[in-house]
């Protein structure tokens, strides 16, 4: 019988020398990734992410062309206020996070979820999930469910294990084409109606955190922020991990 501490040790040494023969692997070029890293993304593909950094709309997060000045709220914002408090996105839907974010969703390649969420982890994105008293996954409509197999918002919100997670509150009562190469308008209209607060007494009061995984034009969640404020919400804030960078 070894001791707690001798057993521990000969773990940690039997893991040491896995590692050294079968090195963890980065998930988006195949090198290998340092052993102080995250997650299994190497210093070359970290070093392409692109954060999403100020100069940025305070409100809808849109993330300004002309890098240059401070957050300022932006055309939109200041003549037609979102349904939303705040919108805000870990990282900038290009290079890495792109391949993520559709390799995820769209291929089911499950790995890339811890990479997902642990950007979403980071400071500005996590404030967001600690001022909320609910988190909202965007539902996705059931044939949709059945076809993909899972709700990619709902396993990013297990980014935030203390946050309390509600998938019955919001319904998504429609189904809709996907959003993917309509214009804004049509992407309004695509998801108008499309959503139904199903249960009013659990958003009620609350400050509401909708999580996704990208934001384009915002339609959807200004849909559901619509829809969950008139539900009687306190406020309603967005959270995803990436965004398209110029609407
Ligand atoms: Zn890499
Ligand atoms: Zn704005």
Known sequence: ??????????KQ??????????????????????????????????????????PVCPCCGLIFPVREGEDRLCGTCRTEPPPFARARAAVVYEGPAAKAVTRFKFGRQMAYLPVMQHWLQTPRCAELAADADLLIPVP???????????????LLAGA?????????????VRHTPPQVGLNPK????????????????????????????LYTTGATVRECARVLRRAGAAQVEVLTVARVKHE
């Open 1 to 10: 019988m070894f001791s707690n501490t001798a057993a521990s040790w000969i």
């Open 13 to 54: 040494f039997s893991l040491r020398v896995l590692d050294f023969f079968l090195p963890r692997l980065c998930l988006f070029c195949g090198g290998v990734v340092a052993e102080s890293a995250a997650v299994a993304v190497c210093a070359d593909c970290e070093g392409a992410i692109e954060w999403v950094e100020s």
């Open 140 to 154: 996705l409509h059931p044939k949709r469910l059945r076809r993909r197999g899972f709700n990619q918002a709902l």
């Open 160 to 172: 935030f294990p203390e946050a309390q997670v509600s998938l019955e509150a919001l319904d998504r």
């Open 186 to 213: 049509e992407r309004r209209d695509n998801v108008h109606k499309a959503f139904a607060a199903a249960r009013p007494e659990e958003v009620q009061e609350k400050k509401v955190l909708l999580v996704d995984d």
